[in-house]
């Protein structure tokens, strides 16, 4: 053996002797590494969450914390618990692993063990080691380790090739005090913050691309979101609730599950008709869907809108209809995509699995008794004229007396129809 390969006779450990070996999964903690004093409070959010999405999973699990990273493990298929895991907004990646005591036997072996099993999969495979040694008592240093480990893999695996450049596998090695984490391959997270660590908010969820992706969005900056959701009804068949169930129920895989809200708006957007509201009726509509979920938000006790308006997609979405929507908000109105074109709205869509829903064919209450011209600079005074022809205390107050409470994601046990969606009642 060469001298840079030469080894101390490795330490004893009762502790390290008691590791058992097993397969785990190391999640590497995202923003919540930047937070200084308040990091506990945002890493118990985060292992709140995890649990919330380990529940129904099909055994016991567990949950430690190492050094900016959690590991998680169970008497789960890890395949399970990295599809769980990687709904959990906070975590930036995701890693199917293999813990064993941190000798220097134990290490090896599993090492040789991880890419033999990798070898066998595809012959002539060109690998590397990289090693971080959080326990610096370990006798191999971090460079020293990766070079021992290359030499313990090529001799038992002559199949393999080393290559530090451009790998095709790469073996990651993580040596704590008591127990050592292996690792070849590392899945990407949703990283952000952990959801509900910057509050409440309420999305206007409607059944296209634009509202999901914005709540996704907004998830990822750690608010925890209810949903409300308005359709055409009796106008309107309920099409768009289906499609908004289902698209709450994706949603709430990625958070602690939130409530669907659901506001037939079809008589108070008649109402607006009647009060001539003309070109102005889709702001006004728009102005009335911010008015009831502002006193909607009021009642749960979330702090913001969420919406999934794009600057200048369509008519209503001109600067100026913007504003006039927001003067009747009684909330901060967020718009997460407010600078985003349509295609990346729908890329981002395809990528968190709600694409396939908003496809779908629904009727949109927008669209309904919209006029031919949608005025593109819409004027408050205007606005309100038409608003004072009703008693708009009146009409919210009635639209959220008749509003539907549904849990997606809680009671799967419900009668749902062919698409997966709840069936009417």
Same mark, same amino acid.
């Given at each position: 053996?060469?001298?840079?390969?030469?080894v101390?006779?490795?330490?004893?450990?009762?502790?390290?002797?008691?590791?058992?070996?097993?397969?785990?999964?190391?999640l590497?903690?995202? +923003?919540?590494?930047?937070?200084?004093?308040n990091?506990?409070r945002?890493? +118990?959010?985060?292992?709140?969450?995890?649990?919330?999405?380990?529940?129904?999973?099909?055994?016991?699990t567990?949950i430690?914390?190492? %050094?900016?990273?959690?590991?998680?493990?169970?008497h789960?298929?890890?395949?399970?618990?990295v599809e769980?895991?990687?709904r959990?907004?906070?975590?930036?990646?995701?890693?199917?692993?293999?813990?064993?005591?941190s000798?220097?036997?134990?290490?090896?072996?599993a090492? /040789?063990?991880a890419?033999?099993a990798?070898?066998g999969v595809?012959?002539?495979l060109?690998?590397?080691?990289?090693?971080r040694?959080?326990?610096?008592?370990?006798?191999l240093?971090?460079?020293r380790?990766?070079v021992?480990?290359?030499?313990?893999?090529?001799?038992?695996?002559p199949?393999?090739?080393v290559?530090? @450049?451009?790998p095709?596998?790469t073996?990651?090695?993580?040596?704590?005090?008591?127990e @050592?984490?292996?690792?070849?391959?590392r899945?990407?997270?949703l990283?952000?913050?952990?959801?509900?660590?910057s509050?409440?908010?309420?999305?206007?969820?409607?059944g296209?691309?634009d509202?999901?992706?914005?709540?996704?969005?907004a998830?990822?900056?750690?608010?925890a979101?209810?949903?409300?959701?308005?359709?055409?009804?009796?106008?309107?068949?309920?099409?768009?609730?289906?499609?908004?169930?289902?698209?709450a129920?994706?949603?709430?895989?990625c958070?602690?599950?939130? @409530?669907?809200?659901?506001?037939a708006l079809?008589k108070?957007?008649?109402?607006?008709?009647?009060?001539?509201?003309?070109?102005?009726?889709?702001v006004?509509?728009?102005r009335?869907?911010?008015?009831?979920?502002?006193?909607?938000?009021?009642?749960?006790?979330?702090?913001?809108?969420?919406?999934?308006?794009?600057?200048g %997609?369509?008519?209503?979405?001109?600067?100026?209809?913007?504003?006039?929507?927001? &003067?009747?908000?009684?909330?901060?109105v967020?718009?997460?995509? /407010?600078?985003? &074109?349509k295609q990346?709205? /729908?890329?981002?869509?395809?990528?968190?699995?709600?694409a396939g829903?908003?496809v779908?064919?629904?009727?949109?209450?927008?669209?309904?008794?919209?006029?031919?011209?949608v005025?593109?600079?819409?004027?408050?005074?205007?606005l309100r004229?038409?608003?004072?022809?009703?008693?708009?205390e +009146?009409?919210? +107050?009635?639209?959220?007396?008749s509003?539907q409470?549904?849990?997606?994601?809680?009671?799967? &046990?419900?009668?749902v129809?062919?698409?997966?969606?709840?069936?009417p009642?």
């Amino acid at each position: 053996m060469s001298d840079d390969l030469r080894v101390p006779t490795p330490r004893a450990s009762s502790g390290a002797a008691r590791v058992s070996h097993g397969p785990c999964v190391l999640l590497k903690h995202g +923003e919540v590494f930047l937070k200084g004093r308040n990091r506990h409070r945002f890493t +118990e959010r985060l292992h709140d969450n995890l649990r919330v999405s380990l529940r129904g999973v099909g055994g016991s699990t567990w949950i430690k914390t190492a %050094q900016n990273v959690t590991v998680l493990g169970g008497h789960v298929p890890v395949e399970a618990l990295v599809e769980r895991a990687r709904r959990v907004v906070g975590f930036n990646s995701v890693e199917p692993a293999v813990r064993v005591p941190s000798t220097l036997d134990g290490i090896t072996a599993a090492a /040789i063990d991880a890419l033999r099993a990798v070898s066998g999969v595809r012959r002539g495979l060109r690998f590397a080691v990289r090693v971080r040694r959080r326990d610096k008592q370990f006798p191999l240093t971090s460079s020293r380790m990766e070079v021992f480990l290359g030499a313990r893999v090529l001799d038992a695996v002559p199949a393999l090739t080393v290559d530090l @450049t451009t790998p095709d596998v790469t073996l990651n090695v993580v040596i704590d005090h008591k127990e @050592t984490y292996l690792s070849c391959e590392r899945l990407p997270g949703l990283s952000g913050l952990p959801v509900g660590t910057s509050g409440r908010a309420l999305v206007l969820l409607s059944g296209g691309y634009d509202s999901p992706v914005a709540a996704h969005r907004a998830m990822r900056r750690g608010l925890a979101c209810d949903f409300v959701h308005f359709n055409g009804a009796p106008y309107t068949n309920p099409s768009s609730v289906y499609k908004a169930y289902a698209l709450a129920r994706e949603l709430n895989r990625c958070q602690p599950p939130g @409530t669907l809200h659901v506001v037939a708006l079809g008589k108070a957007q008649k109402q607006l008709a009647v009060a001539g509201a003309g070109r102005l009726q889709v702001v006004a509509q728009r102005r009335l869907m911010v008015r009831t979920a502002s006193a909607l938000a009021d009642r749960i006790g979330a702090q913001a809108l969420v919406t999934g308006d794009s600057l200048g %997609q369509v008519a209503s979405q001109t600067l100026a209809n913007l504003v006039a929507v927001d &003067e009747a908000a009684a909330l901060p109105v967020l718009r997460p995509l /407010i600078g985003w &074109e349509k295609q990346e709205i /729908i890329d981002e869509a395809r990528s968190i699995g709600t694409a396939g829903i908003s496809v779908l064919p629904d009727e949109d209450c927008c669209s309904l008794l919209a006029p031919p011209r949608v005025s593109t600079g819409a004027r408050l005074p205007h606005l309100r004229s038409v608003e004072k022809r009703l008693d708009l205390e +009146e009409v919210v +107050e009635a639209l959220l007396g008749s509003a539907q409470v549904l849990r997606p994601g809680e009671d799967e &046990e419900a009668p749902v129809s062919g698409d997966g969606c709840p069936a009417p009642a």
